[in-house]
């Protein structure tokens, strides 16, 4: 069936990310007005900066410099060019004492994956120090290293791609990094597609691992796939244990319906993408995509403790991908992945501000704002049937009782202008696929709405209805307060220029982040590396960005950074590694 296709894609984007192309930009650094000769370090953590035994290093030839640039700005002082991964790329990347721990999304599923480990001792000459053990028919993406008793373990997320590998997390002793050891692995009912390594105060050692579900469409995902953060005790490496399980219908007056109701945008969704601990180990912080960003106190992680939820404008696009926090746990970063720059809304006197409108992707695109009255058909499953008359008019229909097909054949036999749907119960996926070859022509525009947008539309029939296309931009980064974690304010954000620009096809996004000082480093994919001044949260601003001058085009997924040294990680080429100059 069509939608199973759909999806099946839905659920690979969620493991292997929605990348889309984005547009690169040579931007002109920002100077700041006082800014130190090098980046202010924050505190290390002390279960990931413990030294390294045996590191293995040969000379290697630095890379070509960037031209010299008045300015606060980044040289680019390093490389290591890697092959990646037949019709993939290289993913996201860790920072530990010397190494660079460096992740690969192979293109197919049906190939052997590992993850480079790279000797970063000589920033200017990084060099392969090692791989780790080879795993099947599974992507490779996220990695985390600690020291836990005397050695140096990582933990690798495995999203398979068949039933022949089971998801979890691969589980390395790298204290000699020329020879990774694979000590055990810890299995999960969905495959892990970001993660979090810490240690808290009492000396436990936890691993914390979102096992996304895949929920297209605000579909309700099954029981078993519900609890997508999975907190592990990694004390004992070679034996993981499973303390508890967290998923957002725990989140207290949660509905099953909300799984379809706070869905939003193009890429509709309410699943754990990614989780981080707080720089204290004492919260837990879970990026839930379309829900925005979930806090759980995990103190005591046999039971974690809903504490508060980050909120988003009524028309923000959603996709919340990663956090990093600073400031002891009062600030929080958020990095919304979003790709999608055009987004539909409906207005309507009942509405006390528009809301979203969720196009459906085998329907027509709106071209122009239409508004106009809208009739209610109830379910509209026989074609056959005798409706009111509609020609000219939006259909509101309910999502039950048969194919989307059947009802879409009732609006287009009765010349709708477009299709509204909802839904006012759970449904475990969407229904649509059975009947698609009794249509020819999707020629409607068709939408989705929430069960609280459609109450509104039905409490007052007889009015109008708006449906409009508009411009949101790529994703940005919004900053928090977190004084009170039960009520997140947010105080800030920021977009790159070319993320904002209307007058681009495709705009890109934010990705990930990390925090020195009162600086943030933000991987933006084809918009580069983004330094930002964050000493005040509420106005960011840009101090440096790269590429620049003759610089290489870059697509970057990930960013590590320590002292005046920023390590990113390239779809194609591998590592780069630039030096940061306030002058």
């Given at each position: 069936?069509?939608?199973?296709?759909?999806?099946?894609?839905?659920?690979?984007?969620i493991?292997?990310?929605?990348?889309?192309?984005?547009?690169s930009?040579?931007?002109?650094?920002?100077p700041?007005?006082e800014?130190?000769?090098?980046p202010?370090?924050?505190p290390?953590?002390?279960?990931?900066?413990s030294p390294n035994?045996n590191?293995?290093?040969?000379?290697?030839?630095a890379?070509?410099?960037?031209?010299i640039?008045?300015?606060?700005?980044?040289?680019?002082?390093?490389?290591?060019?890697?092959?990646?991964?037949?019709?993939?790329?290289?993913a996201d990347?860790?920072?530990?004492?010397?190494?660079?721990?460096l992740?690969m999304?192979?293109?197919?599923?049906?190939?052997?994956?590992?993850?480079?480990?790279i000797d970063?001792?000589?920033?200017?000459?990084?060099?392969?120090?090692?791989?780790?053990?080879?795993?099947?028919?599974?992507?490779?993406?996220?990695?985390d290293v600690?020291?836990i008793?005397?050695?140096d373990?990582?933990?690798?997320?495995?999203?398979?791609?068949?039933?022949?590998?089971?998801?979890?997390?691969?589980?390395?002793?790298?204290?000699?990094?020329?020879?990774?050891?694979?000590?055990?692995?810890?299995?999960?009912?969905?495959?892990?597609?970001?993660?979090?390594?810490?240690?808290?105060?009492?000396?436990?050692?936890?691993?914390?691992?979102?096992?996304?579900?895949?929920?297209?469409?605000?579909?309700t995902?099954?029981?078993?796939?519900r609890?997508?953060?999975?907190i592990?005790?990694?004390?004992?490496?070679?034996?993981?244990?499973?303390?508890?399980?967290?998923?957002?219908?725990?989140?207290?007056?949660w509905?099953?319906?909300?799984?379809?109701?706070?869905?939003?945008g193009?890429?509709?969704?309410?699943?754990?993408?990614s989780?981080r601990?707080?720089s204290?180990?004492?919260?837990?912080?879970?990026?839930?995509?379309?829900?925005?960003?979930?806090?759980?106190?995990?103190?005591?992680?046999?039971q974690?403790?809903?504490?508060?939820?980050?909120?988003y404008?009524?028309?923000?696009?959603?996709?919340?991908?990663?956090?990093?926090?600073?400031?002891?746990?009062q600030?929080?970063?958020?990095?919304?992945?979003?790709?999608s720059?055009?987004?539909?809304?409906i207005?309507?006197?009942?509405?006390a501000?528009?809301?979203y409108?969720?196009?459906?992707?085998?329907?027509?695109?709106?071209?122009?704002?239409?508004?106009?009255e809208?009739?209610?058909?109830?379910?509209?499953?026989?074609?056959?049937?005798?409706y009111p008359?509609?020609?000219?008019?939006?259909?509101?229909?309910?999502?039950?009782?048969c194919?989307?097909e059947?009802?879409?054949?009732?609006?287009q036999?009765?010349?709708?202008?477009g299709?509204?749907?909802?839904?006012?119960?759970?449904?475990q996926?969407?229904?649509?696929?059975?009947?698609?070859d009794?249509?020819?022509?999707?020629n409607?525009?068709?939408?989705?709405?929430?069960?609280t947008?459609?109450?509104?539309?039905l409490?007052?029939?007889?009015?109008?209805a708006?449906?409009?296309?508009?411009?949101?931009?790529?994703?940005?980064?919004?900053?928090?307060?977190?004084?009170?974690?039960?009520?997140p304010?947010?105080?800030?954000?920021?977009?790159?220029?070319?993320s904002?620009?209307?007058k681009?096809?495709?705009?890109?996004?934010?990705?990930?982040?990390?925090?020195?000082?009162?600086?943030?480093?933000?991987?933006?994919?084809r918009?580069?590396?983004?330094?930002?001044?964050?000493?005040?949260?509420?106005?960011?601003?840009?101090v440096a960005?790269w590429?620049?001058?003759?610089?290489?085009?870059?697509?970057?997924?990930?960013?590590?950074?320590?002292?005046?040294?920023?390590?990113?990680?390239?779809?194609?080429?591998?590592?780069?590694?630039?030096?940061?100059?306030?002058?």
């Amino acid at each position: 069936m069509l939608f199973q296709r759909l999806s099946r894609c839905f659920g690979l984007a969620i493991c292997l990310s929605l990348i889309t192309a984005c547009a690169s930009q040579n931007a002109t650094p920002v100077p700041a007005t006082e800014l130190a000769q090098n980046p202010t370090a924050l505190p290390t953590r002390s279960d990931k900066d413990s030294p390294n035994q045996n590191p293995t290093k040969t000379p290697r030839p630095a890379a070509t410099a960037t031209p010299i640039i008045s300015g606060p700005h980044f040289e680019q002082v390093g490389g290591l060019r890697l092959k990646p991964p037949i019709e993939g790329r290289h993913a996201d990347l860790t920072l530990y004492n010397d190494l660079v721990l460096l992740g690969m999304q192979p293109g197919s599923c049906q190939l052997e994956n590992r993850i480079t480990l790279i000797d970063v001792s000589d920033p200017r000459q990084p060099e392969v120090a090692g791989y780790s053990p080879v795993v099947k028919n599974v992507s490779l993406e996220d990695m985390d290293v600690a020291r836990i008793g005397d050695q140096d373990i990582a933990i690798v997320g495995m999203q398979p791609c068949t039933s022949e590998t089971k998801p979890g997390i691969q589980i390395l002793d790298i204290t000699d990094p020329s020879k990774p050891v694979e000590l055990a692995r810890f299995a999960t009912t969905l495959g892990v597609h970001e993660l979090d390594l810490t240690v808290n105060a009492s000396g436990q050692a936890l691993a914390l691992l979102a096992a996304p579900t895949n929920n297209l469409f605000g579909s309700t995902p099954m029981a078993e796939h519900r609890a997508e953060l999975w907190i592990v005790d990694l004390s004992t490496p070679s034996k993981p244990t499973k303390l508890s399980r967290w998923g957002i219908d725990q989140k207290p007056g949660w509905q099953m319906l909300d799984y379809a109701d706070q869905t939003r945008g193009n890429f509709p969704g309410v699943f754990l993408h990614s989780v981080r601990a707080s720089s204290n180990s004492q919260r837990a912080y879970l990026s839930y995509w379309d829900a925005g960003v979930i806090i759980l106190d995990i103190q005591d992680p046999a039971q974690p403790i809903y504490l508060g939820q980050t909120p988003y404008p009524a028309l923000a696009e959603g996709d919340a991908h990663s956090v990093v926090d600073w400031n002891d746990g009062q600030l929080l970063a958020l990095n919304n992945e979003d790709f999608s720059n055009a987004q539909v809304k409906i207005s309507h006197p009942a509405l006390a501000e528009p809301a979203y409108a969720r196009k459906l992707p085998f329907g027509e695109k709106l071209d122009a704002p239409l508004s106009i009255e809208f009739v209610v058909l109830e379910q509209a499953c026989d074609p056959k049937a005798e409706y009111p008359d509609f020609a000219g008019h939006f259909v509101l229909i309910e999502m039950a009782g048969c194919s989307i097909e059947r009802k879409f054949i009732v609006a287009q036999n009765g010349k709708a202008a477009g299709l509204l749907l909802y839904a006012n119960k759970p449904y475990q996926e969407l229904p649509f696929g059975d009947d698609v070859d009794l249509i020819t022509d999707f020629n409607l525009p068709m939408y989705l709405l929430s069960s609280t947008t459609a109450a509104a539309l039905l409490s007052q029939p007889e009015a109008k209805a708006t449906i409009e296309q508009y411009f949101d931009g790529g994703g940005a980064i919004q900053f928090f307060d977190l004084s009170d974690p039960s009520k997140p304010v947010e105080i800030g954000r920021y977009n790159t220029p070319n993320s904002i620009d209307a007058k681009r096809a495709t705009n890109p996004t934010v990705h990930n982040s990390e925090i020195q000082g009162q600086y943030l480093y933000a991987s933006w994919y084809r918009d580069g590396l983004r330094m930002l001044d964050i000493s005040d949260p509420s106005q960011p601003k840009e101090v440096a960005a790269w590429p620049n001058g003759n610089s290489p085009s870059v697509n970057l997924w990930g960013v590590q950074v320590r002292d005046q040294y920023v390590y990113v990680s390239d779809f194609s080429y591998g590592l780069y590694v630039l030096e940061f100059h306030a002058e």
